[in-house]
């Protein structure tokens, strides 16, 4: 018998996760947050998970809140049977999470109890993490507590990126969604297992204020976070009298060869930077306005005289 669902999710990450909603199940409603002003002109725009909702003729409900009445008494008139919140951006309160006979699911990017909250992708590549996964996770009051259904992991490269990072857990979370609606379908109860506190760390929100690169820190640091930090909000710093985006760099050496943030080298081959410990190469940059240059592009319009 198929499922009823009801699906809450905003961004890009959370549509594969209703494709497999829409394939698996009925999905008789997805929740979104309301419209935001986006482009040049501030225009009110629909969320990806909206804009694919309405593709698909799934009526899309945006409240600001479950706080109202009517919010509470429109969700339980679906009678859902389970309901899926992938990155949805606004806290369930205990009426809403005891709604759906099943309860609600959540789809979280990381191996939990590890980077519980807001930035889990981004906060795993720039700790240096080797690993990380998604959970399917039963849904309680408390961020990211709930007990762990299903998981899936993958490995961390070393060119992996917060963008590849994003988009490669978001087909994984879909897929490990979509062996749970299957198990549920076929009426077999999953057996949630209760997070462990070992191992428990939190992933704050990243804010633009963390992108200037800090050369007191050490070369392997600073490469992890402007992977970490690529597409958004892209890592920073200062080259002279230039304010530049840094895309692309590496550790050239483990050993310190000079004061922090003095330029070493300036080549074809990179910008070599002394850092606490050891020497980061800047690889592919940007000028305020510009676009993504090379090295040796950069260098071309604005030598850098040592």
């Known amino acids: 018998m198929a499922l009823r669902i009801v699906f809450?999710?905003?961004?890009?990450?959370?549509?594969?996760?209703l494709r497999v909603c829409a394939e698996r199940g009925e999905t008789v409603a997805v929740y979104s947050q309301p419209d935001r002003p986006a482009g040049r002109g501030r225009q009110l725009q629909p969320s990806?998970?909206?804009?694919?909702?309405?593709?698909r003729g799934i009526p899309v409900f945006q409240p600001e809140h479950f706080k109202s009445e009517h919010a509470l008494a429109?969700?339980?008139?679906?009678?859902?049977?389970?309901?899926?919140?992938?990155?949805?951006?606004?806290?369930?309160p205990p009426a809403v999470l005891a709604t759906p006979r099943l309860g609600c699911w959540n789809v979280h990017a990381s191996l939990l109890p590890r980077w519980r909250g807001a930035a889990p992708i981004q906060r795993a590549i720039e700790a240096g993490d080797?690993?990380?996964?998604?959970?399917?996770?039963?849904?309680?009051?408390?961020?990211?507590?709930?007990?762990?259904?299903?998981?899936?992991?993958?490995?961390?490269?070393?060119?992996?990126t917060g963008g590849s990072l994003h988009d490669r857990l978001s087909?994984?979370?879909a897929e490990v969604l979509s062996d749970?609606?299957?198990?549920a379908r076929l009426g077999m109860q999953l057996q949630p297992d209760p997070q462990l506190s070992e191992g428990l760390t939190y992933a704050r929100?990243?804010?633009?204020?963390?992108?200037?690169?800090?050369?007191?820190?050490?070369?392997?640091?600073?490469?992890?976070?402007?992977?970490?930090?690529?597409?958004?909000?892209?890592?920073?710093?200062?080259?002279?009298?230039d304010r530049v985006r840094i895309y692309q760099a590496s550790v050239l050496s483990a050993e310190s060869a000079g004061p922090p943030g003095?330029?070493?080298?300036?080549?074809?081959?990179?910008?070599?930077?002394?850092?606490?410990?050891?020497?980061?190469?800047?690889?592919?940059?940007?000028?305020?306005?510009?676009?993504?240059?090379?090295a040796a592009e950069y260098l071309n319009a604005r030598p850098l005289v040592l």
């Not at 996964?133 to 993958?154: F, I």
């Not at 749970?180 to 198990?183: E, P």
């Not at 204020?209 to 970490?228: G, H, P």
Request: charged share 25%; hydrophobic share 45%.
């Open 8 to 17: 809450a999710g905003t961004p890009e990450f959370a549509v594969p996760a």
């Open 262 to 294: 003095r330029i070493l080298a300036a080549g074809k081959q990179g910008i070599d930077i002394a850092c606490a410990e050891g020497v980061l190469r800047l690889l592919s940059l940007q000028r305020d306005g510009g676009r993504v240059l090379t």
């Open 180 to 183: 749970g609606l299957k198990l």
């Open 48 to 55: 990806p998970v909206k804009q694919a909702a309405l593709d």
């Open 205 to 241: 929100k990243i804010e633009k204020s963390e992108a200037m690169l800090d050369w007191n820190q050490s070369a392997r640091s600073l490469a992890d976070k402007v992977r970490a930090f690529n597409p958004w909000p892209v890592a920073e710093c200062r080259l002279r009298d």
């Open 171 to 173: 087909e994984l979370g």
């Open 130 to 160: 080797k690993r990380t996964g998604v959970c399917l996770m039963q849904m309680e009051k408390g961020l990211d507590t709930g007990p762990v259904m299903l998981q899936l992991a993958t490995d961390i490269g070393p060119r992996d």
């Open 74 to 92: 429109e969700l339980q008139s679906h009678r859902a049977d389970v309901m899926v919140v992938v990155a949805y951006g606004l806290i369930l």
